[in-house]
């Protein structure tokens, strides 16, 4: 299963920037999928997830209500939309695909990572 992560960049605090998560060979359409980010000196953490059909999402409360997990199951994609970023967001953003069709905010459950694209934020 490929997943390739895009859409990172530098950007001021304030600013929004969205993210996508292709997979080029349509092999995730079934699963649930998330975003998971991981700033330096960190340990990676979960930030949104959604299941296979776009029926239920779940946030990390440090974004909720500033960022959006939709999925476009026609192409196989998957897009974190980020408003209102702050500097505290920086960090390189993983999306992975679960081994079910749920979403879920715990990180062992997903098989399939991507290769991560980095978000930087600037006060």
């Known amino acids: 299963v490929q997943l390739q992560a895009s859409g990172g960049g530098l950007v001021q605090a304030g600013e929004s920037l969205t993210l996508s998560c292709q997979n080029p060979?349509?092999?995730?359409?079934?699963?649930?999928a998330g975003w998971f980010r991981q700033a330096p000196g960190k340990e990676r953490e979960f930030v949104a997830a959604?299941?296979?059909?776009?029926?239920?999402?779940y946030y990390a409360d440090s974004v909720k209500g500033r960022f959006t997990i939709s999925r476009d199951r026609a192409k196989s994609t998957i897009f974190l939309r980020m408003s209102s970023l702050k500097p505290e967001d920086t960090a390189l953003y993983y999306c992975?695909?679960?081994?079910?069709?749920?979403?879920?905010?715990?990180?062992?459950?997903?098989?399939?990572w991507g290769q991560g694209t980095l978000v930087t934020v600037s006060s």
């Open positions: 060979r349509r092999t995730i359409s079934n699963n649930g």
């Open positions: 992975a695909a679960h081994r079910s069709s749920y979403a879920s905010t715990v990180t062992s459950g997903y098989l399939y």
């Open positions: 959604i299941d296979w059909n776009g029926g239920n999402t």
